[in-house]
């Protein structure tokens, strides 16, 4: 294992840690505030772990979760921060975000694990 796949896995923990903002909230636990910050750490994870890659014009499952992992971010600050804005679809907009993250993480450990 290299330095790069660890840094991969750090990612990946702190997405895990994020995502479980969901089960946490109807726990009724306040959790709001580190599912931010381990989504923004997880980012910076992530970036460093496909900054060889970044400048490579080909499409991969691990670009395409990384900019929709940016664009999470970009979404949850926004929900968070800016006011007067409709929640309600960032909202829904976050959590179809969410979904195809998941989805791209998993082509992307699916096939860098198995089939390359």
């Known amino acids: 294992m290299n330095i790069n796949h660890l840094?991969?896995?750090i990612?990946?923990?702190f997405v895990i840690l994020s995502i479980s903002y969901f089960v946490l909230k109807r726990m009724k636990i306040k959790f709001?505030?580190?599912h931010c910050y381990f989504a923004l750490i997880g980012t910076v994870f992530a970036v460093i772990h496909s900054y060889s890659s970044l400048f490579v014009l080909e499409f991969t499952f691990g670009k395409?979760?990384?900019?929709i992992f940016i664009c999470l971010d970009i979404s949850g600050l926004m929900m968070r921060y800016l006011k007067g804005i409709n929640k309600k679809y960032l909202r829904y907009t976050h959590i179809a975000l969410?979904?195809?993250f998941v989805l791209m993480i998993i082509f992307h450990i699916i096939y860098y694990?198995?089939?390359?």
């Open 11 to 13: 990612a990946l923990i």
């Open 7 to 9: 840094l991969g896995i």
């Open 113 to 116: 694990t198995f089939l390359n």
């Open 98 to 100: 969410s979904i195809f």
């Open 64 to 67: 395409a979760a990384l900019f």
């Open 32 to 34: 709001l505030e580190f």
